[in-house]
């Protein structure tokens, strides 16, 4: 992502379970979790065996979590993303004032107006900024303000791009 904003990468998996560094064979179940980074000030993805996971298996700095399988290599990418989960890191995000996290959050908010599960309101300029006022759609019920980074179109399809990576499976 090009501007103030700086870049907002999630690495890949490893392909490995991070707690039992063992490797996560195409198939198999496991859980995705995204938790903060301490270093970049973003989140980084880590993936964990289901058993491992069970078994209390936890990073520092959780944030989210999903249960997801390991993609067959060099398999057709597919874009799952779960409208709950779409909607929790919407909730969870609200308090966030780093500005590689403001822009997730607006990013999010851009995914659920399309899918039409979250309508806009209205705008208004405040002392920090515009802000976006939003209800939910679908039953979820919700009322969110929600801060507009003032991204340019490259920095949002480069976050639209990274969140489709952190949610889909093949990675």
Known sequence: MAGAHGTYQVDRSTGRCEATGTALD????C???????????????????EEAWKQGARPEGLFS???TAVPEPKAN?????DDE????LLDRLGDAE??????FRFVITLVLLRKRL???????????????HLSGRGGSGGIWSVHDPEL??????????????VLQGEL
């Open 85 to 88: 989960v779409l909607l929790d």
């Open 118 to 132: 979250v309508k806009f309101e209205r705008r208004e300029e405040t002392p920090d900024g515009v802000r976006w």
């Open 152 to 165: 340019g179109d490259e920095d949002i399809v480069d976050l639209h791009e990274q969140l489709g990576e």
């Open 31 to 49: 859980v995705a979790a995204l938790c903060d980074d301490p270093e970049g000030g973003g989140f980084r993805r880590l993936d964990y065996s």
């Open 65 to 67: 979590f999903w249960r």
């Open 77 to 81: 990418k597919r874009l799952f993303v």
């Open 98 to 103: 780093e500005p590689k996290k403001v822009a």
């Open 26 to 29: 195409a198939g198999t179940p």
